[in-house]
């Protein structure tokens, strides 16, 4: 139990995904406009990263590693990201049409989001059983979460300041990213 709490606050604070690896960074600028989509793509990104790292690991541990294959890890994680974020497309814009509009082309975009695809390979990497695996792919997208919720509470908080011309616009969200990620970085001690 101490080692799975130690995988899950290292994932979700210590290794932010966003703010100390910078993957998955394309939904982080885009869809951290306002606290509702962020939130939104934060528990599709739960979902689909939780699912893809029991999934993934599944498939890696009982069909790829006793068949020797391996080496097809990458295409076939891909493929099954590819799937579960189609489920997830096809759920959101059934069950909530508003969400599934203002995540717009940022929800296809989480299959080629590469904080997906590098929990999946990071679990390979660490050897990580499928409790762990699972653990840490849903502590990482609780991190992802976390990480874009602030982004978004603070972009709204900023979007009525006043800001030096310069620094308008996206130039102020690359700062703010910036120092987000320093302030993380204390963390580092934790673990």
Do not use: H, W
Not at 36 to 46: H, K, P, R, Y
């Amino acid at each position: 139990m101490k080692e799975l709490l130690i995988i899950a606050i290292g994932s979700a604070l210590v290794n932010n995904v966003v703010l100390s690896q910078f993957l998955g960074l394309c939904p982080f600028l885009g869809v951290s406009k306002k606290i509702e989509t962020a939130a939104g793509m934060g528990g599709a990104v739960i979902f689909v990263i939780t699912l893809s790292s029991f999934v993934t690991g599944l498939i890696y541990q009982f069909i790829l590693v006793p068949t020797g294959l391996e080496y097809l890890q990458t295409i076939v994680f891909i493929l099954i990201i590819a799937a579960l974020v189609q489920f997830v497309e096809m759920f959101l814009k059934k069950s909530m049409p508003s969400l599934y509009q203002a995540l717009g082309v940022y929800l296809p975009l989480i299959t080629t989001n590469c904080a997906v695809l590098g929990v999946a390979l990071l679990n390979v990497q660490k050897e990580y059983n499928l409790l762990q695996g699972t653990v840490n792919g849903f502590a990482t997208a609780v991190g992802f979460t976390v990480s874009i919720v602030l982004m978004a509470g603070i972009r709204e908080k900023i979007e009525y300041n006043d800001i030096p011309k310069s620094f308008q616009g996206f130039p102020i969200v690359l700062l703010t990213a910036g120092l987000m990620a320093i302030a993380f970085f204390g963390f580092s001690g934790l673990i």
